[in-house]
């Protein structure tokens, strides 16, 4: 059983950073980082494959920077100028997919984090 362990959430004003990691049992191909406000769906953010490729939301982008250790078997995500659209409840997640697949295919993946909240006041 693949497990994640999440730190790193808080609350801070907008404009802000924050840093998210995610402790993972093992490397898995596909690394992302999800999130979720209140009443709305689960949306993807950033995600890492393997190779070390990335891929991120277009809100994010420019903003927000993931990337890996796998000496550590651990994720992180790098958060910069964070806007109050930017509250939610934040997941790690791993699947053996490739990320262009899960990317579009949410259901697809197993394991996620037990998630860590981040909220951006104004």
């Known amino acids: 059983q693949v497990q994640l362990v999440e730190s790193g959430g808080g609350s801070v004003q907008a404009g802000g950073s924050l840093r998210l990691s995610c402790v993972v049992s093992?490397?898995?191909?596909?690394m992302a980082w999800f999130r979720q406000a209140p009443g709305k769906e689960r949306e993807g953010v950033a995600w890492?494959?393997?190779?070390?490729?990335?891929n991120y939301a277009a809100s994010v982008k420019g903003r927000f920077t993931i990337s890996k250790d796998n000496a550590k078997n651990s994720l992180h995500l790098q958060m910069n100028n964070l806007k109050p659209e930017d509250t939610a409840m934040y997941y790690c997640?791993?699947?053996?997919?490739?990320?262009?697949?899960?990317?579009?295919?949410?259901?697809?993946?197993?394991?996620w984090g037990q998630g860590t909240q981040v909220t951006v006041s104004s």
């Open positions: 093992e490397n898995i191909n596909c």
């Open positions: 890492i494959s393997g190779g070390g490729g990335t």
């Open positions: 997640a791993v699947s053996f997919y490739s990320c262009p697949t899960i990317e579009s295919s949410i259901h697809l993946i197993k394991y």
